[in-house]
């Protein structure tokens, strides 16, 4: 069995395709982050990046298509992955949306039809990942949007709060939690690296979740209980 990992698919005459890549497909490289000065003008560098990040381009038909525009948006990929995770309050209320909608753009998409038989059950730990041909771009469009809380501003905001007990932590409750459980983890941990005080209340919303029939999610979750308590310690 082969799991889809990527970019926008739909299967047409039995083949794998892209969605459609955007029209307006020049870019040009824009000036780096770290060589501008003023506040402000990093936070608008940084929207245009996201924008430019918004561009799809074909990786299917001919994968050598507009070779420098792509290595453009991969460099400006890594850079923002870079920038996010060694500054801090990098995501403000002009960036946050912008964000959203680059990730969006380029991660929201049909799913690949199930490669297993009519009425044969979906096994997570047997899925065989494949690479979706955009991964250059796709592999690092995800490491941003996963390094985001790193970048949120302290102290936290409620609805950021919000998203870890009433989003993230709901997850757990799902039978494939190995197909994704290492982002979710990630993801949970860095919140609490922002803010050890919320240690305790993950802990006991693991809890109300907590799989005592299920093997595989009991360790899952035997490793994010120790993670958590020893983040609690480390940055306490």
């Not at 402000?40 to 070779?67: A, I, P, Y």
């Not at 809380?149 to 409750?173: T, Y």
């Not at 979750?221 to 958590?228: A, D, E, K, M, P």
């Amino acid at each position: 069995m082969e799991m889809y990992v990527g970019a926008p698919c739909l299967e047409e005459d039995g083949k794998m395709l892209s969605l459609s890549p955007s029209k307006n497909k020049e870019l040009e490289a824009l000036p780096l982050l770290k060589n501008t000065a003023a506040a402000s003008e990093r936070e608008e560098l940084f929207v245009q990046k996201l924008r430019q990040c918004g561009v799809l381009f074909d990786f299917v038909t001919d994968s050598q298509s507009d070779l420098k525009c792509k290595e453009v948006k991969r460099c400006a990929l890594q850079e923002m992955v870079e920038y996010i995770t060694t500054q801090e309050g990098v995501i403000t209320e002009p960036i946050y949306p912008e964000a959203v909608n680059m990730f969006s753009v380029n991660v929201f998409r049909a799913l690949a039809p199930s490669s297993s038989p009519n009425g044969t059950d979906f096994e997570p730990e047997k899925v065989k990942p494949t690479l979706d041909a955009a991964w250059p771009h796709l592999q690092l469009v995800y490491e941003l949007f996963l390094n985001i809380i790193n970048g949120l501003a302290l102290p936290l905001r409620e609805e950021h709060i919000a998203s870890l007990f009433d989003v993230l932590l709901p997850l757990h409750k799902m039978n494939c939690l190995s197909v994704y459980h290492s982002q979710l983890a990630f993801c949970v941990v860095k919140f609490v690296e922002k803010d050890a005080s919320l240690a305790e209340r993950v802990v006991n919303g693991l809890f109300e979740f907590w799989p005592e029939r299920h093997s595989p999610k009991e360790a899952s979750f035997n490793l994010i209980y120790y993670i958590t308590f020893a983040t609690r310690f480390e940055f306490g």
